[in-house]
């Protein structure tokens, strides 16, 4: 997706490469909600965060 956008900024798309970039986006949007549908709902951790609290320890050094 960055390419296409960089690629599009600085007008170095085609016409039908425009097109086709935005086929495959719709194709993409359209799998993702359908994917959000199936999801249950409320907010889920953002991918790499743990579900348990970090504790964080006081270095008496500093």
């Known amino acids: 997706m960055s390419d296409a956008a960089h690629e599009l900024g600085w007008r170095r798309y085609s016409p039908q490469q425009c ?6 986006f719709e194709e993409f949007t359209t799998a993702l909600r359908e994917h959000a549908q199936m999801l249950p709902s409320g907010e889920l951790p953002a991918s790499g965060q743990s579900t348990q609290p970090t504790v964080v320890e006081e270095n008496s050094d500093a």
Do not use: C, F, I
Not at 19 to 24: E, G, K, P, R, W
């Open 19 to 24: 097109h086709d970039t935005a086929v495959a």
